[in-house]
């Protein structure tokens, strides 16, 4: 007796969903970040407008100055949609676990000397409060942009930032001794410390943008590369025999950083590029948000230092085709 065995082959009827079929063309397979990303925010049906903000709509282009025809237009270089980015986020983290342990088997930051920990308690622990209050830019942001495009990689963003401010925690905990005074002088510091003021006043100030675009340059071109990228990579100096350990404990934020400026510039550059009206208004805002970051840096990192990292700000600006 044999048996034979046949293999039928079913053609589907259609390769993806009819809203995705209609901007890619009809009988070519999506990926599934298309699937994720493309139309999937409502336009239709929202029967009311919000009380606390009745003139507008629950999704509104008119929530921000600068205009596009096409707000799916900006998408994600990285192509994240929920799985892609946790699995991304997953292997950072995972590296990150292992810096942690390798610093805590030998002792790294338990041999500093005292002054070397309260240094870094003052002049790295606060951040965590800064990275909270990006975290509520990126969530603001999600909730009043338009287009999943640009909404889903923003919620993504403020996880990223809720994560890195558990690991600034981490080392506050690490410094101290897991007793939490570290965070405590920390945070201290972040109220009162003449240095860190202006840069508290920068982040209090962007939490009231209502434009959302307008507060998604000030924290790209403003919070993140000029404050952010100056507190990890422009004091090695200051921080001395705990540069190695501490660059060590905050890998993941170098990563996400380059991983961010991805999307984040790609965005920029292609909203500017809309119209004549667009490049001049997104310009300005980076004018000024770069500027407002300048200052708030000097009394933390000094004149010269605050000024040669929003010049670095200035350029790329000037790179995804601002006119600053």
Request: hydrophobic share 40%.
């Amino acid at each position: 007796m044999t048996v034979e065995i046949k293999t039928i082959d079913f053609e589907p009827k259609r390769q993806t969903f009819g809203h995705v079929a209609r901007r890619i063309g009809e009988g070519k397979p999506a990926t599934r970040y298309q699937e994720a990303v493309l139309d999937v925010q409502a336009t239709a049906n929202f029967h009311y407008k919000p009380l606390w903000e009745p003139e507008y709509w629950a999704y509104d282009t008119a929530k921000t100055k600068v205009v596009m025809q096409d707000w799916y237009k900006p998408l994600d270089p990285r192509q994240y949609y929920y799985a892609t980015y946790n699995i991304s986020r997953a292997n950072m983290n995972q590296s990150n676990e292992r810096n942690f342990t390798f610093v805590e088997d030998k002792e790294l930051l338990e041999k500093l000397p005292q002054a070397t920990k309260d240094l870094l308690i003052n002049r790295l622990v606060p951040v965590r409060h800064l990275h909270w209050g990006a975290n509520m830019n990126m969530s603001e942001i999600c909730q009043r942009g338009y287009g999943t495009a640009i909404t889903s990689p923003c919620i993504f963003s403020a996880g990223d930032h809720l994560g890195m401010a558990q690991i600034i925690g981490r080392i506050g905990l690490e410094l101290d001794g897991q007793t939490g005074d570290g965070l405590e002088t920390a945070k201290d510091a972040w109220m009162n410390d003449a240095s860190w003021q202006g840069i508290r006043k920068l982040i209090e100030d962007t939490l009231v943008l209502k434009d959302w675009f307008e507060l998604f340059v000030a924290q790209a071109l403003g919070v993140n590369a000029v404050i952010f990228d100056y507190i990890y990579n422009g004091q090695d100096e200051a921080f001395g025999a705990a540069s190695l350990p501490i660059s060590m404990l905050t890998e993941f934020v170098s990563d996400w950083s380059k991983d961010e400026v991805k999307w984040s510039d790609s965005v920029i550059k292609v909203v500017a590029a809309e119209s004549v009206e667009n490049k001049a208004t997104v310009s300005a805002w980076a004018k000024q948000w770069i500027a407002a970051a300048q200052d708030a840096l000097t009394p933390f990192a000094g004149a010269d230092n605050a000024k040669a990292q929003a010049d670095k700000a200035r350029e790329k600006a000037k790179k995804l085709g601002l006119e600053i």
